[in-house]
Nanobody
Framework: VQLQAFGGGLVQAGGSLRLSCAASGRTFSSNYMGWFRQAPGKEREFVAA????????YYADSVQGRFTISRDNTKNAMSLQMNDLKPEDTAVYYC???????????????????????WGQGTLVTVSS
């Protein structure tokens, strides 16, 4: 099972980026997926998550209204559209999925880092001021 995140880069404050996550080796169409990030010198934190069918989405307060998570189960992929980026959004972004819990949609599971068992390698987002 492999998750690969891509789409990071350097952008000016106020700009936009779209991150993508592709899964291979198995399908996650019945499982929740999410994005986490880790800024330099800080712990990894939750960013956004989406339930298996896209019916439930959750966002960290810091990105609510600026980021949008989506998924395409026909492509076994997930995306994060990031608008109005700020310097404090600078971090390595990781996509994650849980392969064991099917059809879960509750906030507790989707927002908790320990509730994911598959992780991508991360993609760096740098926002300049």
């Amino acid at each position: 099972v492999q998750l690969q995140a891509f789409g990071g880069g350097l952008v000016q404050a106020g700009g936009s980026l779209r991150l993508s996550c592709a899964a291979s080796g198995r399908t996650f169409s019945s499982n929740y997926m999410g994005w986490f990030r880790q800024a330099p010198g800080k712990e990894r934190e939750f960013v956004a998550a989406i339930s298996w069918n896209g019916g439930s989405t959750y966002y960290a307060d810091s990105v609510q209204g600026r980021f949008t998570i989506s998924r395409d189960n026909t492509k076994n992929a997930m995306s994060l559209q990031m608008n109005d980026l700020k310097p404090e959004d600078t971090a390595v972004y990781y996509c994650a999925a849980d392969g064991s819990r099917k059809y879960y949609s509750g906030r507790y599971y989707l927002t908790g880092e320990s509730n994911y068992d598959s992780w991508g390698q991360g993609t760096l987002v740098t926002v300049s001021s």
